[in-house]
């Protein structure tokens, strides 16, 4: 830690605490569903908001109100605030309905819109009446009924007559503006004004800090970049009137004219040297932003510090400034540094004439090296100065500003969140980059908040995948570009959410139009005519006899165990329950050995969920889980050292979580279930050790079809180089030793791998034959993201994932710039079993990514909702 804080101090100062990479994958799916096409409007009950006068939002007219639990409010336990659609808190929903609504909201039954109706301010000025819309799964509509009907709440139904006095829009089909607009017609004059912007141009990096030649989408991308950043313009949905502002979604209105949004989602497929692109961005700033519109062609001494554009010419004073300019930087003082560990000659920030600060570049940590080798590759030795804030790290803003680029992780920024003296929080940076930006989708989880806290000029969100699993993950992006009225929740789920939850082709025409008016994307198809092809092919296998016995018998288990988690109300214990299951079924498709021999000690014999006390069971669903990459401890943010598991199936460095319950109050930090260290359990041994004890002594079904697939493959051309992933390494380890018997020379990359041995791994994988490695082992999650592995032209998926874009990406790994030869990728599939029915799921989540950035169509595709559990178990 910078400022020698114990972690565990650190971690327990938190206003709330972070979720775990597990944690927040089960945040996701409770957003998910409470969000998803299950959900229908049970009704809604007029309230008061209260409290006018303690806060400083306004309510101007008609007006969607954020509604926030509270649950630490000092005063009420079951506090609900009201904010207004620029975030700033009105008030708070009065005690009588907030003592029935937060139960409710707590246990995720009910999901809930506020909106303040256009109507004269009675003479209690300390109150406003709002319509609290209720929200609820069908099957739940009863209890929801009743709870508000005995909380003495009068809900106002469909077959009540006051039922058309509700603003909600699921009610209302269209709502007039002051202006006479509904809301699709604003949308669909928005899009009329993207449309008629001017065609991508390209423009050229300065060269005398980018040595490479950039592509031409490269030098269009550039072009879009700056002009994101240098808009005047108002956002989206804002007018100006008579000397005012007004958001014509919302109908907000201030005599202050809104910041532009100086930013947007750089959405490149992946691939397509989205990095090099930045790069040259982050270089114009060392020019102050001076950029040269001229026909006739620079040399390459002339423009040292000019970029060439084209079309105008612009002479006098703008040339003479880029002359001096030029004058300047040629005597620019220079002195070495030493960053991380590593001695870096560059130029002074303090000495130059950037008119800019810095850039911040927020990334995973496998990405770093995606970075600093790009530095070196794409840049002139000493032009751009960077620091890696990792690890061992100043504790010093001033010397972070000195830097042109520094990057961090999302991790380190969600662990110095609540730290008043972290230099991150202090700076107000230039420019802060997301980069593959999608880790940030649960927009609950401590890392969104942490991004979302930074202050910046500039704001990029970096990804080729910004839809992973459903449009939801879109809203956390919206809330980081400051993209109102839609980074408000309550809008969002309004204008966007629902209507694509209801199967209503609106949804997705606004989302379109959302992303058109935000986002660039280039598909490696259309933007790269000379990439070598990419086919897929999916290979089906045959389970083995004892494989498909094994299989049925535990999928028959299985499917009493989901069909009553579906039934019955969803908890946390039921979640890892059926997520450890579902994880066995997938792994006997792959090998057996991955699975313990008595593989129906998993099931519990009675109820579902009930864990506590079962040590057993404990022991083998955390075996489950740790197959997953990049668990890290929720307390110290790194992998867990003498790992265990809570009774409530969480895991903590051993150290970290005992000095954490005897800190504070003994309870688990993510779900607050009582804890003392008889709660806790060891891990069982090291994957390695369970690898080579593994339940069957000869190779699987898969893997004998793999063998044979890399043979032939080898037979066709012996210096051809493959990479076989997997999410289980586990499996990787497995692989190992048929592969040399085949006489395959053979290399692993995994999460178990510090950042410096990945680089070391892809290098060596870069040696060309006879000396260097054929195959590549590759934990799917480990090399999904920010490497280059264009040296291999096969590929082989062991098993599919459920979110085909963390496939997509490791795909992407070798079918990028750089490749020279066609690229072939193999899926390797059990025939009759889950794994083809997550293809169907795949495919929903891809349907639905690919209508984001279409055009319009049929739209008649809902989202992906809880039934994809029944899809997945044949119920």
Known sequence: ????????????????????????????????????????????????????????????????????????????????????????????????????????????????????????????????????HIFA??????????????????????????????????????????????????????????????QLKALEPPKNIIKSKLLLHQKEGLWWLVQREKSEELP?????????????????????????????????????????TLLSLIALDKCGGVISERDDELDEEEDTCAASFSKRKRRGKDSRKANNLRKKQKTEQTHTLHVKGKSVFSPDRRSGNSSSGPTLVVCPPAVFSSWT????????????????????????????????????????????????????????????????AHVIKNVKAQQSQAVNNLKANRRWVVTGTPIQNNSFDLYSLMAFLRFEPLSIKAYWNSLIQRPLALGDEKGVLRLQVLMSTMSLRRTKEKALTGLPSKSIETFFVELSGEEREIYDQMESEAKKIVDQYIASDSSMKNYWTVLSVIVRLRQICIDLALCPSDLRSLLPSNKIGDVQGNQQLLDKMLSALQDDEGIDCPICIFPPTNSV????????????????????????????????????????????????????????????????????????????????????????????EPLKAAG???????????????????????????????????????????????AATRVYLMEPWWNPAVEEQAMDRVHRIGQKEDVKIVRMIARSTIEERILELQEKKKLLARKAFGKKGSQDQREISVDDLRTLMHL
């Not at 469909?158 to 202006?179: C, H, M």
């Open 137 to 198: 799964r069908l099957e739940a509509f009863g209890i929801v009924k009743s709870a508000i009907t005995n909380g003495g709440l009068y809900l106002i139904g469909e077959s009540n007559p006051s039922f058309t006095l509700s603003e909600a829009e699921v009610v209302k089909e269209k709502r007039s503006t002051p202006q006479g607009r509904d809301i699709d017609e604003i949308f669909k004059l928005l899009d009329e004004k993207v449309s008629k912007k001017e």
């Open 236 to 276: 989206p949905f804002w007018e100006e009137k008579e000397g005012n502002y007004v958001n014509v979604l919302t109908n907000y209105s201030t005599d202050k004219r809104p910041e532009p949004i100086r930013g947007g989602i750089f959405a490149d497929d992946m691939g397509l040297g989205k990095t090099l």
């Open 744 to 790: 395959f020379k053979i290399l692993r990359l995994d999460g178990s791998m510090n950042a410096k041995k990945r680089c070391q791994v892809i290098k060596e994988f870069d040696t060309p034959l006879p000396e260097g490695p054929t195959i590549l082992l590759a934990s799917l999650k480990a090399s999904g993201a920010g490497i280059n592995l264009t």
């Open 645 to 736: 598991i809570t009774c409530c199936g969480h895991i903590f460095c051993k150290s970290c979580i005992l000095k954490t319950i005897k800190r504070a109050k003994p309870c688990c930090p993510l779900c607050r279930h009582p804890l003392s260290e008889s709660d806790l359990f060891f891990c069982p041994p090291e994957a390695s050790n369970a690898a080579n004890s593994g339940s069957s002594s000869t190779a699987s079904s898969k893997v004998n079809a793999l063998l044979k697939l890399l043979v032939a493959s080898r037979d066709e051309s012996p210096s051809r180089k493959s990479i076989v992933f997997s999410q289980f390494r586990k499996m990787l380890l497995l692989l190992e």
């Open 373 to 436: 080798s790009q530095i070196e590759e794409h840049t002139k030795s000493g032009s751009l100065k960077s620091y890696i804030y990792y690890g061992e790290r100043t504790g010093d803003a001033n010397e972070l500003e000195k830097y042109d680029i520094v990057l961090t992780t999302y991790s380190i920024l969600a662990s110095e969140d609540t730290w008043i003296d972290s230099p991150i929080k202090k700076i107000e940076w230039w420019r802060v980059v997301l980069d593959e």
């Open 1 to 132: 830690m910078v400022d020698g804080r114990d972690p565990i101090e650190v971690f327990m100062s938190l206003e709330r605490w972070p979720l775990s990479p597990l944690e927040v994958e089960h945040e996701e799916d409770s957003s998910t569903a409470s969000s998803s096409g299950e959900m229908y409007m049970v009704g809604f009950v007029i309230v008061n908001v209260v409290g006018l006068q303690y806060y400083s939002g306004t309510i101007s007219g008609r007006e969607i109100v954020g509604l926030q639990r509270e649950p630490l409010n000092q005063y009420d336990s079951n506090a609900i605030k009201v904010l207004n659609t620029r975030s700033v808190q009105v008030g708070h929903i009065e005690r009588s309905a907030s003592r029935v609504l937060a139960p409710l909201l707590d246990a995720h039954i009910i999901t809930v819109d506020g909106i303040v109706p256009k109507v004269a301010r009675p003479g209690n000025r300390y109150k406003l009446p709002c319509q609290v």
